[in-house]
């Protein structure tokens, strides 16, 4: 079993960025999901207080045959795939400087694990002793075998140069290797900026509020008007805003953070919100947000 409880974290703490605008009076901040593996004493309090939860391990853990390393590494991977997406929006939303300086492929899910073959955490660098410059190069050349071929695959692990094998297989016409791939991009940044986050703080449910919070110290103003703001959602290349899990507890976090507003995806997520809310009596301005202009806009006139 698991158990699960929301909290917040001020992003300000987080970001630094060279010559910031620091106006702002209020906060921008993530909501988060606390969750704690399952003993006697977690179980009983699980049952116990509101804000805990009961979930059975079978439906949290997608792969047995995964470590908790695996998991670990992916979350970290989700991350900062958060983190590049949130940084390339607010520069280019706010007119700064950005380019891609370089790129790198890892695997963060594999299918089935096999002697000598790819493990998650693995950065792909040649396939079949041709480069790989994009994703698309991995894939397209795994077209040209065979299913039950075995590729080889020139990886970095523990940061040496390590040869591989992957078994070509076939799916809906497609020949695949049932391996997971994450491009993680570097960036050069005019102002430089450096992102602190810590190796538990995973996942990519705080895009939305990383992305307003970097536009916010690159632009002049104050998006925050002296609020605390707390949000969640996901944000993509093209500034949408995508759902979550774990709305009732980020919410209760957010109110016991005293939070002034609650920014949250649109559709299911907005409606668990509110129903929370009602539930309990929460003194507490909800706003369902489906892209980065919308949120952007919203905060913009909150003094109004």
Same mark, same amino acid.
């Given at each position: 079993?698991?158990?699960? =409880?929301? =909290?917040?974290?001020?992003?300000? &703490?987080?970001?630094?960025?060279?010559?910031?605008? /620091?106006? /702002?009076?209020? /906060?921008?901040?993530?909501?988060?999901?606390?969750? !704690?593996?399952?003993?006697?004493?977690?179980?009983?309090?699980?049952?116990?207080?509101? /804000?805990?939860?009961?979930?059975?391990?079978?439906?949290?853990?997608?792969?047995?045959?995964?470590?908790?390393?695996?998991?670990? +590494?992916?979350?970290?991977?989700?991350?900062?795939?958060?983190?590049?997406?949130?940084?390339?929006?607010?520069?280019?939303?706010? @007119?700064?400087?950005?380019?891609?300086?370089?790129?790198? +492929?890892?695997?963060?899910?594999?299918?089935?694990?096999?002697?000598? @073959?790819?493990?998650? @955490?693995?950065?792909?660098? $040649?396939?079949?002793?041709?480069?790989?410059?994009?994703?698309?190069?991995?894939? $397209?050349?795994?077209?040209? +075998?065979?299913?039950? &071929? $075995?590729?080889?695959?020139?990886?970095?692990?523990?940061?040496?140069?390590?040869?591989?094998?992957?078994?070509?297989?076939?799916?809906?016409?497609?020949?695949?290797?049932?391996?997971?791939?994450?491009?993680?991009?570097?960036?050069?940044?005019?102002?430089?900026?450096?992102?602190? +986050?810590?190796?538990?703080?995973?996942?990519?449910?705080?895009?939305?509020?990383?992305? !307003?919070?970097?536009?916010? $110290?690159?632009?002049?103003?104050?998006?925050?008007?002296?609020?605390?703001?707390?949000?969640?959602?996901?944000?993509?290349?093209?500034?949408?805003?995508?759902?979550?899990?774990?709305?009732?507890?980020?919410?209760? @976090?957010?109110?016991?953070?005293?939070? &002034?507003?609650?920014?949250?995806?649109?559709?299911?997520?907005?409606?668990?919100?509110?129903?929370?809310?009602?539930?309990?009596?929460? &003194?507490?301005?909800?706003?369902?947000?489906?892209?980065?202009?919308?949120?952007?806009?919203?905060?913009?006139?909150?003094?109004?």
């Amino acid at each position: 079993y698991k158990r699960q =409880g929301g =909290g917040t974290i001020n992003i300000n &703490d987080r970001v630094e960025i060279d010559g910031e605008n /620091s106006s /702002s009076k209020g /906060s921008l901040n993530f909501a988060y999901v606390r969750e !704690l593996e399952g003993n006697v004493a977690s179980f009983i309090l699980g049952n116990i207080i509101p /804000s805990y939860e009961v979930e059975k391990q079978e439906d949290v853990e997608l792969n047995e045959d995964e470590s908790s390393e695996d998991i670990m +590494f992916r979350n970290r991977i989700y991350l900062e795939n958060a983190n590049q997406t949130a940084i390339m929006l607010a520069y280019t939303a706010s @007119g700064k400087d950005i380019e891609v300086s370089d790129s790198h +492929f890892y695997v963060i899910y594999v299918d089935e694990k096999e002697d000598g @073959g790819l493990r998650v @955490g693995d950065e792909l660098v $040649k396939v079949n002793g041709k480069d790989i410059e994009k994703v698309e190069d991995y894939t $397209k050349e795994i077209q040209e +075998f065979n299913v039950g &071929d $075995k590729v080889n695959v020139t990886v970095i692990r523990d940061d040496k140069e390590k040869d591989v094998t992957a078994t070509v297989k076939e799916e809906d016409g497609t020949k695949l290797t049932g391996i997971s791939v994450s491009t993680i991009y570097e960036y050069e940044t005019d102002p430089k900026i450096e992102l602190k +986050f810590r190796d538990s703080e995973g996942g990519p449910s705080g895009g939305l509020m990383l992305t !307003l919070a970097i536009y916010d $110290k690159l632009t002049d103003g104050d998006l925050t008007h002296g609020s605390t703001i707390v949000g969640t959602g996901t944000i993509s290349s093209d500034g949408s805003v995508g759902e979550i899990g774990g709305v009732k507890h980020k919410l209760n @976090g957010a109110v016991k953070a005293n939070a &002034d507003v609650f920014l949250v995806p649109k559709g299911d997520n907005y409606k668990e919100a509110l129903k929370e809310k009602e539930k309990h009596n929460y &003194d507490i301005e909800i706003k369902a947000i489906g892209t980065f202009d919308e949120a952007v806009e919203y905060l913009e006139n909150l003094d109004s």
